[in-house]
């Protein structure tokens, strides 16, 4: 069964950082794309990074460009999102989704009905 699970969120003042992980258990990593989407609440879910099944795309809203990076680790099963100088409008809950194909060709997307697979979220908060 494919799981996937997020951790590392938490409360940061303006300007902190934090790492999220996805570890995933019940597929190979190697074979998903995997993507980071937010919701703040009252607001619709928003695609924040993907990176493809190999690693060799990597791509981010224009919100995070220069500040957040994907990262991941086949061999540990495990995706992360280093957040850097981080804005009190980047406060919501992070969900790591998967998928295994794009019917569009491209092997990245920041479109949540891409994916079929999420975890359960880990809620971020930037506030001093």
């Known amino acids: 069964q494919l799981q996937l699970v997020e951790s590392g969120g938490g409360l940061v003042q303006p300007g902190g950082s934090l790492r999220l992980s996805c570890a995933v258990s019940?597929?190979?990593?190697?074979?998903?794309?995997i993507a980071w989407f937010r919701q703040a609440p009252g607001k619709e879910r928003e695609g924040v990074s993907c990176?493809?099944?190999?690693?060799?795309?990597?791509n981010y809203a224009d919100s995070v460009k220069g500040r957040f990076t994907i990262s991941r680790d086949n061999a540990k099963n495990t995706v992360y999102l280093q957040m850097n100088s981080l804005k009190p409008e980047d406060t919501a809950v992070y969900y790591c989704?998967?998928?295994?194909?794009?019917?569009?060709?491209?092997?990245?997307?920041?479109?949540?009905?891409?994916?079929?697979?999420w975890g359960q979220g880990t809620q971020v908060t930037v506030s001093s």
């Open positions: 989704a998967a998928a295994d194909d794009f019917s569009h060709g491209r092997s990245w997307s920041l479109t949540a009905t891409d994916f079929g697979s």
């Open positions: 990176i493809s099944r190999r690693g060799g795309s990597t």
């Open positions: 019940g597929f190979t990593l190697d074979a998903y794309a």
